[in-house]
Each structure stands twice: as C-alpha cells, then as structure tokens.
C-alpha cells in the first residue's frame, strides 16, 4: 500500500486502486430529509446549511448538465480521466426504491464515472435500499457517507440527529454483513464535549468497519440554526491551534486502514460566520502535516 500523505487519504486509495487521480462531482438529487420535512422535525441538524451541507452543487440544473459543469470545474484543476459522483445534498436515499435506481443509474451511464458516493442518515436505509446498494457494488466503487458527527448521546440531542448511538450501531452491523462500505463523518468541536469525548468517536469510528472518515472543525454559516446560538454568545469555537493539534492526535491513533476523505472544513466562504481560519483550507491541512510528522518522530 502507497501512501502520499501522513495518512491514508482518499487519494492514496485511488491511486492505489486505480493508478491515477479520480475527480468528485458534487450533485443534487433533489431530496429532502425527514428531519427537514415534518416527519422528525422540521429544523434540520443545527449545523446544518439551507442547502443540506451541498453548498458547492447546482440544483437548477439537471443531471447531465450538473455531470457537465462539475467535470468542467474540476478539470480546471486537474486533468481527470475517472471520475465519483457524490450526491451531496440532504439525504440522498430517502426516496423510493424505484427513483433511486433511475437516479444512480443515469450517473453510472457516464463512461467516465465508476461510482457514487451517497451521502445519507443512517434511519433512511430499508432493506429495500440496502439490497439496491449492495447490488450496485458489486460492478461500481460505491460507499454511504453517514452524518454520525459524535457518539456521544448528549451531544446528538443537542445537535437534533434525530436517532441514537445504539441505532447508528445497529445499522452498521447490517452493512458490514452486506459488505457494503460506508464512512463516518465527525465533527471536532460541539459545544460540551472534551477533548477525550471527540477522541472517543474517533476510536469507535476506528473499531467499526468504516472504509472512510471525514473530519472537520465545527464552523458556523450564516443560514445554519447554529448561527443564533453563536450570536447569543453560547458557542465557544476552537483555534486553529486547538483543532489542528487534537486532529493530529487522532490521525495517529485512527484505524491505518481506514480512508481519511477530509482532514478540514470546505464550507461556502460567502456565508462562513467562524471560525475564519476555517476558511484558509492550505494552511490547516500545512499544519496538520508539520505536527503529524512531529508525532511520528517522537
């Protein structure tokens, strides 16, 4: 196994799979979220942007023109051969059965794309669901992102999850049995929980099963519930300093097998409240690199 960077990374992976570099193409289903429409709640995750976390999508256009314009941004940067597409926004598995796989399926189309990453909620994977997945990975680099951000139950109350730890668990036993990868989003930083607390998450992230991470410092947005509780003075965001030393910690005591997608933030700059720092995505990842190469000489 290659690795690039001081810790497996999604490039890593790809360049180890595929012998080169796989672009992501963020797009819009056009979903919702059953804690966005009524059925748990109507307030969202309290971090959560009106967007559904899928700032960097275009929803006013339709699939193949949104395959269009991402290709096109993102060969602007790199020259890409292969490439993911990555339904962002909201929950992007809560629908029927039968427009999921018209959906997936118009994507997979494309010579040049050879997989989906779905970003969903752990509540929203029938069997009906699964079993549609798991057929898919079977001739497509397919994975679930699911929004855990923390173990700890206090904190998912606070945060509006809409559905426990031990629910979240019980589901994961169920991919696994199915082979089906998924990976674990964590949010560094909600409000009470300690420096050990944050550690825990990474270790259960570590133990489960999980093909991928993806981290991130917490930040507020301008159209986020989170946004008032800042406002009114009840946040306390971490420095940069903090945040890069505590990810530092946690790369190091990750799971070696385990894909590390993001190591910061990539909010909508336009609408980023705090921490500003937050908005300089080069400098924290420099950062992260300088105090893991410390570590690892110790």
Known sequence: MIFINMYYSLNDYFKNKYK????????????TCP???GT???RGCIFCSEKGSGDFTKGNLNLKDQIKFQKEINRKKWDNKKFIGYFQN???????????????YEVLED?????????????CLSDEVLDLIENLSKNYEIWLEIGMQTINEDTIK?????YSHKYLDEKLAELRKRNIKFLLHVIFGLPGESKEEILKSIDYVSSSGAFGIKIHSLYIQSDSRLYKEYLDGKIKLMTKDEYTDLISQAL????????????TGDG?????????????KLSVIGEINKKLKLLKEK
Not at 23 to 31: I, Q, R, V
Not at 90 to 104: M, S
Not at 111 to 122: K, N, Q, W
Not at 268 to 280: E, F, R
């Open 111 to 123: 010579d040049e794309i050879i997989g989906l990453s779905i970003a969903t909620r752990a509540d």
């Open 90 to 104: 909201f929950t992007n598995t809560y629908e029927g059965v039968a427009y999921l796989k018209k959906l997936y």
């Open 268 to 280: 909508d700059k336009s609408k980023l409240i705090a921490p500003l720092w937050a908005a300089d």
């Open 20 to 31: 080169q570099k796989v672009g992501k193409l963020s797009l819009d289903g056009g979903f």
């Open 40 to 42: 748990l709640s109507s």
């Open 252 to 263: 190091m005591i990750l799971n070696k097998n385990i894909v590390v997608h993001r190591i």
């Open 35 to 37: 804690n966005r429409d």
């Open 158 to 162: 606070y945060i509006n999850r809409g």
